[in-house]
């Protein structure tokens, strides 16, 4: 079965401070995988993906099949990057977002 | 570009009701797909149309379709409405259907069933 797990509801950093946002999935296959972002009364749209292995507004995500992690890292944080944040895979020959409850990020001043 | 654009934006409907939503996907996209949000289950995967064939399914009941047009805009439909369906409505489109695909979300159909 396809899952994504965000294990953080809430995660709470002081700005300059590094953040990281978890994520584990479960899927029998090479799964891709994605990060999306929710900025307050904006529409969801996507952070960046592990095939394109590029870092946007500074976060970056590795994907370990080891641990089947994607996990989202910045090193320091902005007030900007508060948002909703949702990691989501989606299979292979199928496109259909399989999304994590999602993390809510709140950068204090 | 327009990005993907969703009707009507907000709507109240009586339990027992049927309601339709309309989606017009980024100009070029062929690919559109539908979401359900809500605040127990998040985001979840309702159907995916490409081409006017329907490609993918989510697990949710029979009452709820769409169908996709020839110039690719799209349409959702939910009969015999439930106060459980109340919720955000999202369409996203992509340029084709790989799974690779970035999916661009529209600002989403808020639905109140009472």
């Known amino acids: 079965a396809q899952r994504v797990t965000q294990p953080e509801k809430l995660l709470s950093v002081f700005k300059g401070a590094p953040v990281e946002l978890k994520c584990n999935y479960s899927?029998?296959?090479?799964?891709?995988l994605f990060w999306y972002v929710q900025y307050s009364r904006q529409r969801l749209q996507l952070l960046l993906r592990?095939?394109s292995r590029e870092s946007i507004k500074g976060f970056t995500a590795d994907l370990n099949k080891g641990e089947t992690s994607f996990h989202l890292k910045k090193p320091f944080a902005q007030e900007e990057d508060s948002a909703m944040y949702y990691c989501?895979?989606?299979?292979?020959?199928?496109?259909?977002?399989?999304f994590g409850q999602g993390t809510r990020l709140t950068i204090n001043p | 570009k327009a990005g993907v654009t969703q009707t009507p934006r907000y709507l109240i409907k009586t339990r027992g009701q049927q309601v339709t939503l309309s989606c017009s996907p980024i100009?070029?996209?062929?690919?559109v797909s539908w979401y359900q949000q809500t605040p127990g289950q998040g985001l979840q995967f309702l159907f995916e149309?490409?081409?006017?064939?329907?490609?993918n399914k989510g697990n949710f009941p029979g009452r709820f379709s769409g169908r996709q047009f020839s110039n690719s805009r799209s349409e959702m439909n939910v009969s015999t409405l439930e106060l459980g369906d109340s919720a955000l409505y999202l369409c996203?489109?992509?340029?084709?259907?790989?799974?690779?695909?970035?999916?661009?979300f529209g600002e989403g159909s808020w639905l109140t069933v009472v």
């Open positions: 100009s070029g996209h062929r690919s």
């Open positions: 899927y029998s296959g090479s799964p891709e």
């Open positions: 996203a489109s992509s340029p084709d259907s790989h799974p690779g695909n970035t999916i661009y």
């Open positions: 149309y490409f081409s006017e064939t329907q490609r």
């Open positions: 989501a895979l989606s299979g292979q020959g199928a496109q259909k977002l399989v």
């Open positions: 592990h095939i």
